[in-house]
């Protein structure tokens, strides 16, 4: 299973913000016949990239299986989810979404014996962490999305320990992408600001000036995935979800940075009520376990983000 010839992969959730950005990345390694993309959402778009799509509800346990067996499918990314400003607005669905789909992905790994990426997120750490969140850090989540996340990271470690799933995860911080906006997430300014810099080159932001938080660019953590799904399973020691080396910045710190390149660009700053989730999170994490156990690094610094960012935008 581990020779990319071999693959037979599913993604679920594949119409989102990593999901489209991920595609592009496994066809390109291991070809687009080897994939199979699903979401709850109809899309013609992947036709042009040779990859099939089937519509599914990850609720659906017996459509899911279908796909399983009839591809053959021996790997899955899980990214089938609700994020968190949106798991604010109705608990109960991205309890479901997030908890259940996640467990009809393991139950069907028992019986077919597929490989799992499942991300988590930095929204398992609640605001008693302090400023830099450490791999082993108390988790307290104060959002619903949070406390799915670590629901997640926990079903993880125990389909592995008690039922030998070979299931992997990354704890994503807020990812920075111009190719798809995102979807209900909290870190959303930190790619809105640049659709607007480019337009408009005015923006109205929804956390203070001060708001500081773990990022990194989308390119970075596409790497990050593949890596991790292709480092040996005798190497890791986490299966819920791995800290990541991160960028660390405030809001003014990005529209700072932004403004090097569109000088007449203007923010202003309106807190909104995900000033509150964003409060919860850490500065800044510390992603030295996924430095040591399986050899990632950055690539990006806020300066060559920025400039591919703006550059990305202007000439699409």
């Not at 099939?52 to 299986?65: S, T």
């Not at 030998?164 to 959303?188: A, F, K």
């Not at 390149?261 to 800044?284: G, K, M, T, V």
Request: aromatic share 8%; proline share 3%.
């Amino acid at each position: 299973m581990g020779e990319a010839s071999e693959r037979r992969i599913l993604v679920t959730g594949a119409l989102g913000q990593i999901g489209m950005e991920l595609l592009r990345a496994l066809s390109f390694k291991h070809g687009s016949n080897a994939i199979i993309a699903t979401d709850i959402r109809e899309t013609n778009d992947l036709e042009k990239m040779g990859i099939k799509f089937q519509k599914l509800d990850i609720l659906d346990l017996e459509g899911l299986e279908d796909i399983i067996k009839n591809f053959k499918i021996n790997e899955v990314y899980h990214l089938a989810a609700i994020l968190s400003a949106s798991g604010e607005k109705n608990p109960s669905l991205c309890w479901d979404i997030n908890v259940n789909g996640l467990l009809n992905v393991l139950e069907l790994s028992r019986k077919y014996k597929y490989r799992i990426f499942s991300p988590s997120s930095i929204a398992v750490f609640g605001s008693d962490v302090g400023k830099i969140a450490l791999q082993n850090s108390l988790l307290n989540p104060s959002t619903i999305y949070g406390i799915t996340k670590v629901t997640g990271e926990l079903m993880a470690e125990y389909y592995h320990s008690s039922h030998d799933v070979d299931i992997r995860g990354l704890r994503y911080p807020g990812l920075i992408s111009w190719e798809v906006m995102p979807g209900g997430g909290t870190t959303d300014y930190a790619v809105e600001i640049f659709h607007a810099a480019t337009s408009s080159k005015k923006y109205t932001c929804f956390v203070s000036e001060e708001t500081r938080l773990p990022m990194m660019y989308m390119k970075d953590a596409i790497r990050a995935t593949l890596e991790l799904m292709d480092a040996p399973s005798e190497k890791l020691t986490i299966r819920g979800g791995y800290n990541l080396p991160s960028l660390s910045f405030s809001a003014k710190e990005l529209s700072e940075k932004i403004k090097e390149e569109i000088l007449d660009f203007e923010c202003e700053y309106i807190p909104d009520h995900r000033q509150e989730y964003a409060n919860s999170w850490p500065d800044d994490v510390d992603g030295s376990m996924s430095e040591k156990e399986w050899g990632f690094s950055l690539e990006y610094d806020l300066d060559l983000m920025c400039k591919e960012m703006i550059s990305s935008l202007k000439n699409n």
